[in-house]
């Protein structure tokens, strides 16, 4: 059964780091390009960033570039979503998700993702 599972979220003041964690199950996420949502309260989801198979090509939506990083542990079948200089703006529910049958070394943060986790929750605020 294919699974994922966010943790890693919390309240953090602004200017702050957090780092989200995916951990897949079921499957191995290698073989899957992956990505992270958010949304927040009152609005629609957005892509944050995405990680394609074989790690070559990451994709990170403009308002968090230089802050934010995806990144992959393999051995661990797990993906990271490393946060710093967080805004008040960062402040949604956080989301990995997993497309199958990606193209090897291409992400988009505009494809439809076959498997959502349950989403994690960051709070910045002072």
């Known amino acids: 059964q294919v699974q994922l599972v966010e943790s890693g979220g919390g309240l953090v003041q602004p200017g702050g780091s957090l780092r989200l964690s995916c951990a897949a199950s079921g499957f191995a996420s290698n073989d899957y390009a992956i990505g992270w949502f958010r949304q927040a309260p009152g609005k629609g989801r957005e892509g944050v960033s995405c990680i394609s198979r074989g790690s070559g090509n990451l994709q990170h939506t403009d308002s968090v570039k230089g802050r934010f990083t995806i990144f992959r542990d393999s051995a661990k079948n797990m993906v990271y979503l490393q946060m710093n200089s967080l805004k008040a703006e960062d402040t949604a529910v956080y989301y990995c998700?997993?497309?199958?049958?990606?193209?090897?070394?291409?992400?988009?943060?505009?494809?439809?993702?076959?498997?959502w986790g349950q989403g994690t929750q960051v709070t910045v605020s002072s």
């Open positions: 998700a997993a497309k199958s049958q990606a193209l090897f070394g291409i992400c988009s943060l505009g494809w439809q993702y076959n498997y």
